[in-house]
């Protein structure tokens, strides 16, 4: 893997190349299907490929393709892939946490339990109380891991959740509050906090799983990740499969990701494609950047920069921000594509203002490093608080080098230090740098101490 490591002081930390897995430029519009350019050309790339995984290209191109001349029926070989068998494995992975810090995570997620339920308006705050508190206790005595909790010596009987008197959505966003992380799917590594979380939700999300479909794609999810419970991804590809035949888009995405690692399931690249362009064609343009990201990372096929960059476009086209930052990091090495610095910016720009973390970190680095743009270190600031609000360990490494340095801003060693730690658990290079400050503030204080003397 590409990757660089943190430059103390003035340096700039770039993310590893696979941590840029995504951006948008016009793409340009091709000859009409009947013109005599068009019947002249070769078959695009994107058919090349298909053709050399053994697949059609008839079965896997989205219908969002027509404005290209290619006009296909929704993909077939997605259905024929949901109905597939899988071979079951089965292992344990869990995380061992304290029982004063799973007590701190329990009583944080029954807060927030209480915070959403008082915002339902037939609940006053007694009513929000006293369900949080059967949420989570019910959760807690049925978690698939045991919890280590401090005074456990209550035994008290909690009601099934299922006759608390909410509804399945309601059922569903209490469960979500419980996790903590509103977004969360096959590609998020939940932390020590979240695992305890997870362990607490899994219960809950499997026994409303039976009356909330999203309910029972979150539960697979986290089966699939081990997440609160023993990895069955065996188990969640069945789960996935059961739901993408019913159209949902997500559970079909999770699948070819299964299919690319080859976890639970036999490692299938075409299905993988396959499947992914199903999500395509249904509104999930995320699927078309895994297509890209195939292309580009060239592990499961021939790297090949120039398809990774029509699939990135596809998908940029049709509104997914990941791509526009695939596009950014495409643009900023020359991948594919002639390297442009402004053209990358422009693309990042698009996902720093949509909110993604990375894209936000990596304009910050290009205002930083005056890539594309004249130097403005306020700016360079300004969207590395707003990756590392995010809790992004790269722009809190380098914000912290801006306070330890004097980089743009007044040298102050506490407000390095407070990034410093935050990003320490997560970060080797945080930790030296950590040590590095609080010498500074040591030699500071020895300083004060014998001036006053």
């Known amino acids: ?42 078959p695009h790339p994107h058919q090349r490929a298909l053709s050399t995984l053994g697949g059609s290209s ?37 995380a061992h946490i304290d029982a004063r810090t799973t007590t701190e995570h329990i009583a944080a997620a029954r807060g927030r ?3 959403l339920l008082a915002s339902v308006s037939r609940f006053d705050v007694a009513d929000a109380l006293r369900v949080s508190n059967a949420v989570t206790g019910w959760a807690t005595a049925n ?47 939940l932390s020590p906090e979240g695992t305890t979380a ?26 699939a990740l081990g997440h609160g419970c023993e990895i069955d991804a065996a188990g969640a590809a069945d789960t996935f499969k059961e739901l993408a035949r019913q159209g949902y888009r997500q559970a079909a995405y999770n699948l070819a990701r299964l299919y690319a690692d080859g976890n639970g399931v036999s490692q299938s690249t075409a299905r993988a494609i396959g ?77 720093a203002d949509s909110g993604v973390a990375i894209a936000q970190h990596t304009v910050a680095t290009h205002y930083q490093s005056g890539k594309g743009v004249e130097v403005d270190l306020g700016k360079a600031m300004h969207y590395y608080e707003l990756a590392a609000r995010q809790g992004l360990v790269f722009s809190l490494v380098n914000l912290g080098n801006m306070y330890n340095t004097g980089y743009g801003v007044d040298v102050n060693y506490e407000k390095a230090k407070e990034l410093y730690e935050i990003a320490a658990p997560h970060s080797e290079d945080a930790r030296g740098l950590l040590d590095g400050v609080l010498e500074k503030i040591a030699k500071d204080q020895d300083n004060d101490a014998n001036h006053t003397k």
């Not at 103390?8 to 793409?27: D, K, N, W, Y």
């Not at 191109?61 to 001349?69: A, D, E, F, K, T």
């Not at 099934?160 to 569903?172: A, F, N, Q």
């Open 1 to 42: 893997m590409l990757a660089r490591r943190v430059v103390v002081a003035r340096g700039v930390l770039e993310l590893p190349v696979r941590f840029m897995s995504t951006a948008l430029i016009h793409h340009p519009t091709p000859p009409h299907p009947n013109s005599n350019q068009a019947s002249q050309a070769s």
């Open 58 to 94: 008839h079965a896997w191109v989205p219908r969002c393709y027509s404005r290209w001349g290619v006009q296909r029926p929704p993909c077939p070989t997605a259905i024929q892939i949901l109905g597939c068998s899988t071979p079951h494995r089965r292992c344990l992975s869990t």
């Open 113 to 115: 339990a209480r915070v």
């Open 143 to 189: 978690a698939t891991v045991p919890l280590a909790v401090e005074d456990s010596a209550s035994h008290e009987e909690y009601p099934d959740p299922l006759t608390l008197g909410l509804s399945p959505d309601e059922l569903y966003e209490l469960a979500i509050a419980l996790l903590g992380s509103p977004s969360f799917g096959i590609d998020v590594k």
């Open 198 to 223: 997870a362990a607490l939700v899994f219960p809950l999300l499997k026994r409303i799983a039976e009356v909330s479909e999203n309910a029972k794609y979150s539960m697979a999810t986290l089966l």
């Open 275 to 351: 499947l992914y362009a199903h999500c395509g064609n249904h509104g999930l343009p995320l699927g078309l950047t895994a297509i890209g990201n195939i292309h580009k990372e060239g592990q499961l096929v021939s790297q090949d920069y120039d398809e990774a960059v029509w699939w990135f476009n596809i998908a940029a086209d049709l509104g997914c921000v990941q791509a526009h930052v695939a596009l950014g990091h495409m643009y900023s090495h020359g991948y594919g594509v002639e390297l442009d610095h402004k053209t990358a910016l422009r693309h990042l720009m698009i996902a």
